[in-house]
């Protein structure tokens, strides 16, 4: 179904300084993991992901962290630029080929 | 790689008229594709599956008549926004993977189309 009109959650951090985005995850069943960057206007871009059979994973500037136990996800920034500014959503592969957005935050970087 | 071409970017139209969006994978074959609809300051939530060569598998509470799919190709699924209403203004976003045998994969987007019911 449609989620609440809710306002996005909001991050604002300072230019250099490293973000953490935390997303809690309905499905205990789902086995793999993704976090997207959304901009303004645009079709969310793919940043990392992670399996089940893992608890953390890094790339460039980005790690992500899996704590299944508690069903929570996060995404670490490293050295957050004006250009991470965007909407970060989680999503998760609940089973078969689908895969379910969970609800977004707002990432500002001051300059 | 693994670049979704949607079209249009935009569009504005009267209401109960319909709305044809187009989705298109340039660069892989896509057996499957995924139509998203999002709405301001929200999540995207999934409407429905496009399979290609057969009906499309939608999720509870989507319209099948209202919101018909077509995936005649392998590089190409279509969207009709049948009788389109004001509350049927939305951003709609298509997606698909590289790798259709592999669900641990991650989905690439379109650049979405914003639908404007007047």
């Known amino acids: 179904g449609e989620s609440v009109g809710l306002h996005l959650p909001t991050l604002s951090v300072q230019e250099g300084d490293n973000s953490i985005i935390n997303c809690a995850y309905s499905n205990s069943a789902s086995d793999y993991f993704i976090w997207y960057k959304q901009e303004s206007g645009k079709g969310p871009q793919f940043i990392i992901d992670?399996?089940?059979?893992?608890d953390k994973r890094q790339g460039q500037r980005v790690t992500v962290l899996l704590n299944k136990t508690v069903k929570h996800l996060s995404l670490q920034i490293a050295a957050t630029q004006p250009g991470d500014s965007a909407v970060y959503f989680c999503a998760e592969n609940t089973g078969g080929f689908k895969t379910i957005f969970g609800a977004g935050t707002r990432l500002f970087v001051k300059a | 790689g693994a670049v979704v071409s949607q079209h249009p970017s935009r569009v504005i139209c009267k209401s109960g008229t319909s709305v044809k969006i187009e989705c298109r994978s340039l660069?892989?074959?896509?057996?499957?594709m995924f139509w998203y609809r999002q709405f301001p300051k929200q999540s995207l939530m999934l409407m429905a599956t496009?399979?290609?060569?057969?009906?499309?598998?939608?999720e509870q509470g989507v319209e099948k008549d209202k919101f018909l799919i077509n995936h005649a190709s392998l590089t190409l699924s279509t969207l009709t926004v049948t009788s389109a209403h004001p509350e049927d203004s939305s951003f709609y976003i298509c997606?698909?993977?590289?790798?259709?045998?592999?669900?641990?994969?991650?989905?690439?987007f379109g650049n979405g189309t914003r639908l404007t019911v007047t």
């Open positions: 992670i399996r089940s059979n893992m």
């Open positions: 660069d892989f074959q896509a057996t499957t």
């Open positions: 997606s698909a993977r590289a790798n259709n045998f592999s669900y641990n994969s991650p989905l690439h």
């Open positions: 496009s399979n290609e060569g057969s009906k499309a598998t939608y």
